[in-house]
């Protein structure tokens, strides 16, 4: 491994001082591709924070990055040790051929944790995650979504100070989703603190905080709300497709076509037949990924 | 207007399990009709049997007016949820394969596809493995469509462009049937149609699925001290934010769960996915635990 100069710095959180988790002015390359560039992300106690981005942003790598799995090239990672954080991988780290309750005993013993006290606390997180009929049956025969959930108490059974959690939603269905979700709530009440990607803004948008990575670079950051008042320019609706360059500017969005005007003054100087839109977090998002693109944006 | 695709009272029985019943579902031509519904709800099963894959137990399926056989099959483009592409061949070599078996020729490659035609389809951003799908399955102008889980794993911009693709099939006339998990997609639908336990449970646009539901909002100075209380109190509580949302409780109940905590309780509009576990617990109460 040749990575050198980024700084890893390992902490246990304590009561009197609680130490904030992230990364700070991170890079990553791999090769001449470069996944993550300059990037920064405070992940707070009892705080859930979003990572959004599509096929390739980045998430991954960053995410890697906090579960101590990787070293980046320069910049600084706050963390917990090892065994004081739970890391669900893309690829959910479950044994197939063993059951659901064997899967979390193997686990947490793993981290130390007494077996009573596993099965207290697997009990209640299976239980309300709607897994507590399928505790004795082999993970390999679960759903998608039901190996998800198992992925999430095999992550926090051990009440770690940080979780953190690569597209746990991703294909999952919706009251699966639930399920996992009132994990990651639960989590974050007894103070955890927990990151996650996702690529679906209503699920960020649930979340306390939020990064907008897109090529491995930070394209906004805050709550949702500081994002959408942060989108440059104007929005507009328009009842068809605009013409010419306006076009790569525009996009498709519930039977309607919004088009994003760099200039704020567009506010004042659209089509007759459009209306200014206020935007939301799938908009700003969406602009934000616009601006980033070459020929995207004027 | 005749519809493309016609379910008049579908049941579909494995052995002593019902997979599906009664289902009554229009697809017509310019439409985009969302297929909702949790794991087990009945969807694959019904998309089976309009593909013509699987026969029915009771009820009819047309499709174009007559059952389903293998030439209403060349009228429907299909994307299933894994893609159905050639891994080792590139977008170029995948398309030209589905236009030899359809008959079809002379598609152009999606824009975004064209820096990758030479590549392999397996080494491509998912997003652009699900443009040579879309492609694929449009290639021989199919009058219906049907879409599993069309943008799953896909950002943002990528999903919009998707969209794009599956608004202009239906402009251009063609019936589109798209299941997805996702209800910030289901507004991109002009009608949705709600499954639990093998039957329909809601059917309409989302605002009529909605209606005037409310749930009840909590704004507290320290959300996980008042998702403690309400967890205690066995009230059914999700995080939205900083805040909080109870749906399927009054706030007189959820004022009282909250005791002394300082915050603010108010009724507000419940969102399409809060309506959709609603009528999923009631169509299986064990389903929706």
New interface residues.
Partial sequence: MTRHGGIVTVARQDGADQPSWGVDEVCVSYGKTVALDNVTLPVPA?Q?TAV??????GKSTLLRCLAGVLAPDSGTVRRPPKERSGYLPATSGIYPDLTVTENLDFRARGYGVSRQVVRERAAEYLDRS?L?NASDRLAGQL?G?MRQKLAVIAAMLHHPDLIVLD?PT?????????GL??L???A????CAIVLAT????EA????SVLVL?GGAALASG??EKIVAAMPGSLRALPARPEGEAAARS?????RWRVWDPDPAGLDTGPADSEVIAPDL?DA??VA??AA?PGGAA | MSALASCSKVTRRFGQFTAVREVDLQVGPGEIVGL????GAGKTTLIRMLLGLLGTTGGEVTLFGEPPSRLTRSRIGYVP?RLGLYDDLTPTENLEFAEAIFGAGGTALPEPVRPYARELVGSL???VQRQVAFAQALSHQPDLLMLD?PT??????????L??TI?DAAEAGAGVLVTT????EA??C?RLVIMADGRVVAAGTAAEIVGSRQVVGVEAES??TA??AL?QAGLQ??????GLRVPGADPAQVRRALGDLPAVVRQVPATL?ER??EL?KQASPE???
Avoid: K
Wanted: charged share 20%; with cysteine.
């Fill in positions: 009892g859930v959004v981005g599509g096929d390739g942003a709607g507590a759903s979504g597209e991703t294909g999952v269905d919706p009251v699966s989703r639930s979700w009132w990651i709530a639960r974050a009440a007894e103070g690529t679906y803004l209503d948008e649930r979340c306390s897109e709550t949702a996009w498709r969005r519930a039977g799938q998002v969406t990924a616009l693109t | 909702l519904g949790a794991n949820q951003p998912l997003g889980e799953s794993g896909v950002g943002p911009l990528g999903r919009a462009r969209w794009e608004g998990h996702y209800m910030e507004q991109e002009g959300w996980p998702f403690g967890e509580v999700a995080l939205a934010g900083r996915e959709f576990f999923t389903a929706a635990a």
